[in-house]
């Protein structure tokens, strides 16, 4: 599979238009925005071409393949329980695992922060147990008075 790149001149381009939230000569990242409008038109009716158009982009620079992979993607977000957001920014668990020397005050945090998740881990647990308990209590107290009639 070959991949189109963007020229310096494309880029730049691409930087101008309002939808675009990042560019690089590999990928582009659009905006929330962007995502919600190109939605709104494609349900119109639209073709993908049309509407990315409409917003300011040149169809020739995009290319074809780029164009059903935004129609694509869109589509798909637009059913996550999350929408449009970038789900990127709020993964504290993306990319590599950093090799980096922590500092004793970075490490106190970090085992600070573990130590609150477990207890918040440790109460759901109770709490469930809890709620087995009475589940099964109101169960077979249910049964004992069907039993005595």
Do not use: H
């Not at 073709?47 to 169809?59: A, N, R, V």
């Not at 074809?64 to 920014?89: L, W, Y």
């Amino acid at each position: 599979m070959v991949k189109k790149y963007f020229t310096p001149e494309q880029v730049e381009q691409l930087r101008q238009n309002k939808y675009v939230k990042n560019v690089s000569e590999k990928a582009i990242t659009y905006t929330e925005e962007f995502r919600e409008v190109f939605l709104l038109e494609y349900n119109t009716g639209k073709l993908p071409s049309q509407i990315l158009t409409e917003m300011g982009f040149d169809c020739k620079v995009l290319g074809r393949k780029r164009i059903q992979a935004i129609s694509e993607r869109v589509r798909k977000q637009s059913i996550r329980p999350e929408g449009f957001k970038d789900t990127r920014v709020d993964n504290p668990n993306m990319g590599r695992p950093s090799t980096r020397e922590l500092s004793q005050e970075e490490i106190i945090a970090k085992q600070k922060a573990e130590i609150e998740l477990l207890k918040a881990k440790v109460e759901f647990l109770l709490d469930l147990k809890r709620l087995e308990r009475e589940a099964m209590w109101a169960a077979s107290k249910s049964k004992k008075k069907k039993s005595s009639k």
